[in-house]
């Protein structure tokens, strides 16, 4: 049975890194990859969507990825308990226009005790910036390196 440390019930410290490896994966923009943290009926809504499944992950993040070009994500523990974890999260992106974005957004997670996350309810809002006013410089489809500001260093 594949577990996904670490687990439930959550520590400050388990509950940071649980964080940083969910960031961590994101930022590989690898959908198969990144569905493999979840269980195999997770069930999220991601804006307005809904989604169930592992397959309708990686359907949602293929397009999400082809869609938001040059993306890089910080994410930031809100709060935990036992087997649940709020997170706040910006990431930048670029359309196929050349726009660039800062969508910021609220996470809501619970994890069953092998450590997969079973629910996923993202709330998210984009808001248009110039190229210049961009906060997140890493080499694309890579970790945000040990070092960067995080979230609330950043003044977000």
């Known amino acids: 049975m594949e577990t996904r440390p670490p687990l439930p019930p959550f520590t400050l410290e388990s509950a940071t890194k649980k964080v940083r490896l969910a960031e961590d994966g994101w930022n590989s923009r690898n959908p198969a ?3 493999l943290a979840y269980t195999e009926s997770s069930w999220w809504r991601n804006r307005s969507t809904f989604v169930q499944g592992r397959d309708q992950i990686i359907e949602l993040l293929t397009d999400k ?3 938001e070009q040059e993306y890089r994500l ?3 523990l809100w709060a935990y308990e036992g087997d ?12 196929h226009d050349g726009q660039w ?6 996470e809501n997670w619970q994890f069953d005790g092998r450590g997969l996350m079973q629910w996923r309810h993202a709330s998210i809002n984009d808001v248009p ?3 210049s006013d961009r906060m997140f410089h890493w080499d694309l489809n890579g970790p945000r390196p040990e070092g960067h500001p995080g979230l609330s260093e950043l003044g977000l």
């Open 33 to 35: 990859k990144v569905a």
């Open 65 to 67: 990825w082809a869609r």
């Open 101 to 106: 974005f800062r969508s910021h957004g609220n």
């Open 84 to 95: 649940r974890i709020a997170v706040r999260f910006v990431y930048e992106w670029q359309n």
């Open 129 to 131: 910036i110039t190229e």
């Open 74 to 76: 910080i994410k930031e």
